[in-house]
């Protein structure tokens, strides 16, 4: 099997995964939809999936990054009103300022052998 058919066939199962998990959210939740995105841009840039949520928005989000790649998280930031706007990525980019404040915390993670 060539490297490329290996990796459609990841896909695939991926995907299959991802929707028979979607399934079993809609047991849970009154409302559930599912997001793919392939990039997230700029790595000098801070980009969320979500805005301004009330407290009572439950969110989950399952990433799965390549092998090698580096990703910062903001420890607290869900807490705080960010102001995050529209970014060309289809996510929504945080002003790093709106990240510089002490009950924020950046941590930087390699993935060496990739990450879910």
């Given at each position: 099997?060539?490297r490329?058919a290996?990796?459609s066939?990841?896909?695939?199962?991926a995907?299959a995964m991802?929707?028979?998990y979607?399934c079993?959210l809609r047991?849970h939740?009154a409302?559930?939809?599912?997001?793919c995105?392939?990039a997230l841009?700029?790595?000098?840039h801070?980009?969320?999936?979500?805005?301004n949520t009330?407290?009572?928005?439950?969110a989950?989000i399952?990433?799965?990054?390549?092998?090698?790649?580096k990703v910062?998280?903001?420890?607290?930031?869900?807490?705080?009103?960010?102001?995050?706007?529209?970014?060309a990525?289809?996510?929504?980019e945080?002003?790093?300022?709106?990240?510089?404040?002490?009950?924020?915390?950046?941590?930087?993670?390699?993935?060496?052998?990739g990450g879910?």
């Amino acid at each position: 099997m060539t490297r490329r058919a290996k990796r459609s066939l990841k896909t695939v199962e991926a995907n299959a995964m991802f929707t028979a998990y979607l399934c079993h959210l809609r047991v849970h939740f009154a409302w559930s939809g599912l997001g793919c995105y392939k990039a997230l841009g700029d790595p000098h840039h801070a980009f969320c999936f979500l805005n301004n949520t009330k407290p009572e928005v439950h969110a989950l989000i399952v990433q799965s990054w390549s092998r090698g790649s580096k990703v910062a998280f903001y420890k607290g930031s869900h807490l705080h009103t960010l102001k995050a706007r529209p970014a060309a990525n289809g996510f929504l980019e945080i002003p790093s300022t709106n990240l510089a404040i002490n009950a924020i915390e950046r941590t930087e993670v390699e993935m060496k052998k990739g990450g879910q």
